[in-house]
Every structure is written in structure tokens, then in C-alpha cells.
């Protein structure tokens, strides 16, 4: 199958502190299958970044980081578009355009924005708000078909086929064909949604103030023992069944994180360990994150130290997706009246 052959797959992670083992299992580590079988782009999503404040000298970094990650995690650049987004500027121009496109009522919606802001929404950046109709533009300026997405992101990819909808319906009709797809949901083997380590109630997090909240792909071996070790449990042995696991937030965070680092699905690890102590799976665990998460730290930080090879990478990387991108916008522009 050629590459234009291939559905189309895009999806980003904003380089916005130290990645964690929430974001290997539910993103990045995925991406390295994904590559074999589709047109795959992987942004490292700095316009996102940026609806909070970042301090720039960090941000920078942060973006090679993700790179470094992605790279020992797997991804290979002669198979994926691996990129910065933006250095593409096609996000931002087509960001304002769905600006113009998606309706108030459809972010009043969204609960993100309510989340991040808090009950400091009077302060919150106008970025953050409109949030979801860039992350539409970095699906819809490639044509997409598919977003690897989990639980917490449905909402978007549904405004995302709303607003691409309603461009097809303004200014595509006359075609007789949809301009842009319905980008669908890609659903992932293993994808674990990862929960605190302090709080199983809680997504895993880059800002949370505790450390011991998240175990990073950086860690070391006895970092991450004594995250593993001083993790929140309860005093019951673990289920026999998955059911059994309701209500036991923390103890299905542990067993979910096994699962995600063995590739094995909750229900066969529940099976695996029904009846041990916590004590007995925290020891397999701590065996099994360090088999797994140490060659990733260790080949990241190799890589990591060639920033000259990481900025050629991205560079041809920025290339590759521009040229994939500049088409679609000039016909964009053309149908939106532009040119």
C-alpha cells in the first residue's frame, strides 16, 4: 500500500513539562504501530502549549524533549511525519478561519475549558477558550481521517466533525462532495487512561505540584521504585474480576499501569494477580516499569544530547508536512473566497 493509499492519522503532544508513563501508554507508544499502517503525522503541539503561559527558554527545550521521546520511543521519521507545529503556519491560518466557522455555543460546551479555567475563567487566556477549534485546524489541514483519541478528548473530535460539517455545508456544497471527512475516532490496543499516583480519582499530570503524583519517563530505576513503593492503595487484596474493581480507584490505577507496560489487556492482569497484596503486585510492578521505562529514558537522554541531528529531524519533518498541508489551504482559501 503507498503512502496515498493510506488513511490519514494525526495526533500531538504539547511539550509542556516532563512526559510521564500517562502519556508513553496513551499516546506515544501507540504512535509506533500507527506508523506501519497509515499516513501518520505526530505534532509536537507548541501552539497549544502556549494558552497557558510558558516561560520560552523552557518551552523551547521542552519541544526537543518530546522529540528526543518520540524518537526513542520508536517513531521513525522515514515512515511518519514527525514535526513542530508551529513552524507549519497553515495551523494558525486555518485556526482562524474555523474561528470564523465554529459557533460559541459549541465551546460553551466543552468541559476542558471549564476544567482548566477553574473559577478564574474571567482571567483565562482567549486561546484556551477557542482550544478546540485549533485542534480542529491540525486535523483538518491534512485531511485526516482518523485521531487516536481517549476518553477525555471525544468531546473534541466531536466538535471537530461539527465544525468540518458545517465549512462542508458553507462552502463545499457546490462540489457535490464532502471538502473535508468526518474525521473517526481511532481506537488503540492497551490505550490506559493513567491516574495519580497520589490519587486514583485524578489523570496523571504534568502539573501537578507532587512528583510523587507521576512516574516520568526520565526517572530513574530508584525513582521509580519509590514512587511504585509510596503509591496510594487500600488494605483489600486485589479482585478476581474487573468488576471488582469498582470503587477501588486506586487499585485499578496500579492494575491498569500493569497492564499498560506488560500490553496485556485489565482483564487477563486481573486475572494474573487475583487475590495478591498490594505489596506482591507494587514488587511486580517496580520489576516490570523499569524493564520497560529504562531503555526508553535511556536511549531519550542519547538522543536528547544531538540537539544538531534532533533540529535536522524536525526540520525535515516541518518540511514533509508543509508540503502535505499547502495544497489543502490554498483550496481552503479559494472556497473561503481568499484567492
Not at 490496543?189 to 512516574?215: E, F, I, N, Q, W
Not at 499501569?257 to 503486585?281: M, P
Request: hydrophobic letters at 40%; glycine letters at 8%.
Amino acid at each position: 500500500m503507498t503512502g496515498s493509499d493510506k488513511k490519514r492519522v494525526f495526533s500531538g503532544v504539547q511539550p509542556t513539562g516532563a512526559l510521564h508513563v500517562g502519556n508513553y501508554l496513551g499516546a506515544i507508544r501507540n504512535f509506533v504501530g500507527v506508523q506501519e499502517s497509515y499516513d501518520a503525522l505526530f505534532s509536537i503541539v507548541d501552539l497549544h502549549a502556549i494558552t497557558v503561559w510558558q516561560d520560552p527558554d523552557s518551552l523551547r527545550e521542552s519541544v526537543l524533549d518530546v522529540a528526543a521521546a518520540y524518537l526513542a520511543s520508536g517513531i521513525d521519521p522515514d515512515k511518519a511525519t514527525m514535526f513542530v507545529q508551529s513552524q507549519v503556519s497553515g495551523h494558525a491560518e486555518l485556526a482562524w478561519i474555523l474561528n470564523c466557522v465554529a459557533r460559541v455555543g459549541w465551546l460553551n460546551r466543552m468541559t476542558q475549558f471549564k476544567e482548566k479555567a477553574g473559577k478564574k475563567r474571567e482571567n483565562a487566556s482567549v486561546g484556551l477558550y477557542v482550544y478546540p477549534n485549533l485542534m480542529a485546524a491540525d486535523i483538518l489541514l491534512y485531511k485526516s481521517n482518523l485521531v487516536p483519541v481517549g476518553d477525555d478528548q471525544k468531546q473534541h473530535l466531536e466538535i471537530t466533525r461539527d465544525i468540518a460539517q458545517k465549512f462542508n455545508n458553507d462552502f463545499a456544497q457546490d462540489s457535490g462532495q464532502e471538502f473535508f471527512p468526518l474525521p473517526e475516532p481511532l481506537i488503540l490496543p492497551v490505550a490506559a487512561r493513567v491516574m495519580s499516583l497520589r490519587d486514583g480519582s485524578k489523570k496523571m499530570s504534568k502539573s501537578d505540584p507532587s512528583d510523587m503524583s507521576r512516574l516520568g519517563m526520565l526517572d530513574s530505576n530508584d525513582e521509580i521504585s519509590k514512587k511504585i513503593a509510596k503509591a496510594k492503595t487500600d488494605p483489600d487484596p486485589l479482585p478476581d474480576t474487573v468488576e471488582g474493581l469498582d470503587n477501588r480507584a486506586e487499585a485499578k490505577n496500579l492494575l491498569s499501569i500493569y497492564a499498560g507496560l506488560g500490553n496485556a489487556s485489565l482483564e487477563e492482569t486481573v486475572g494474573s494477580v487475583a487475590g495478591w497484596q498490594f505489596s506482591k503486585l507494587k514488587s511486580a510492578l517496580i520489576d516490570l516499569a523499569i524493564e520497560t521505562i529504562g531503555p526508553v529514558r535511556d536511549e531519550t537522554l542519547r538522543v536528547r544530547s544531538d540537539v544538531a541531528f534532533l533540529k535536522q529531524v524536525l526540520g525535515s519533518g516541518r518540511d514533509k508536512a508543509s508540503e502535505k498541508a499547502e495544497p489543502i489551504l490554498a483550496d481552503i482559501k479559494r472556497l473561503v473566497g481568499f484567492a
